[in-house]
T-cell receptor
Framework: GAVVSQHPSRVICKSGTSVKIECRSL??????MFWYRQFPKQSLMLMAT?????????EQGVEKDKFLINHASLTLSTLTVTSAHPEDSSFYIC???????????FGEGSRLTVL | QQQVKQSPQSLIVQKGGISIINCAYE??????FPWYQQFPGKGPALLIA?????SEKKEGRFTISFNKSAKQFSLHIMDSQPGDSATYFC???????????FGAGTRLFVKA
């Protein structure tokens, strides 16, 4: 299957700082990528859809100014958590879709801890 | 119309037994039904997937059964092993511009 790489896998930051997480499709071009947040023992919560060359589409209740998404190329989407607070601590996962088949492939996830 | 209902929430199976997880969807426009396996601290990994033109797909110990008329599909893990202990998510999506919708997940524990 297709490979999606996510970096960093773990990050610890101080409250008030910003953190950037990268999501790369390694062996295919991804026009569309997705960002999820996952709380312990829960399912994936879609945060936003990242579209190459255009603005991201955010799900209801997700703060656009808090979670900045940039999809600058067909292989890279980034999620920046701005002015992070302890309540932003979570597991963030990206995915990329093969548009012609609908197959969805996930990154390894990034564990964010805000002190 | 966009929900995917998954059951059971948790499952304990003896080593060598059969694990069965069920899902039901509502939107008949979905045309891609994958199952993902997730270990703690890792992203979900695609396990097996099926499209509505077939009723069953088998890959090794993993089988998907698909019932289009009932809008249900299930994952069967034969000869379950302790290494299969993980959380399993079913999903529904496709090529029609739909967002992939995930079930709530099933935590499987296989006892040695």
């Amino acid at each position: 299957g297709a490979v999606v790489s996510q970096h960093p896998s773990r990050v610890i930051c101080k409250s008030g700082t910003s953190v950037k997480i990268e999501c790369r499709s390694l062996d295919f071009q991804a026009t569309t990528m997705f960002w999820y947040r996952q709380f312990p023992k829960q399912s994936l919560m879609l945060m936003a859809t990242s579209n190459e060359g255009s603005k991201a589409t955010y799900e209801q209740g997700v703060e656009k100014d808090k979670f900045l998404i940039n999809h600058a190329s067909l292989t890279l989407s980034t999620l920046t958590v701005t002015s992070a607070h302890p309540e932003d601590s979570s597991f963030y996962i990206c995915s990329a879709i093969l548009t012609n088949t609908g197959e969805l492939f996930f990154g390894e996830g990034s564990r964010l801890t805000v002190l | 119309q966009q929900q995917v209902k998954q059951s059971p929430q948790s499952l304990i199976v003896q080593k060598g037994g059969i694990s069965i997880i069920n899902c039901a969807y509502e939107n008949t426009a979905f045309d891609y039904f994958p199952w993902y396996q997730q270990f703690p601290g890792k992203g979900p990994a695609l396990l097996i997937a099926i499209r509505p033109d077939v009723s069953e797909k088998k890959e090794g110990r993993f089988t998907i059964s698909f019932n289009k008329s009932a809008k249900q599909f299930s994952l069967h893990i034969m000869d379950s092993q302790p290494g299969d202990s993980a959380t399993y998510f079913c999903a529904a999506g496709g090529t029609g511009g739909f967002k992939t919708i995930f079930g709530a997940g099933t935590r499987l524990f296989v006892k040695a």
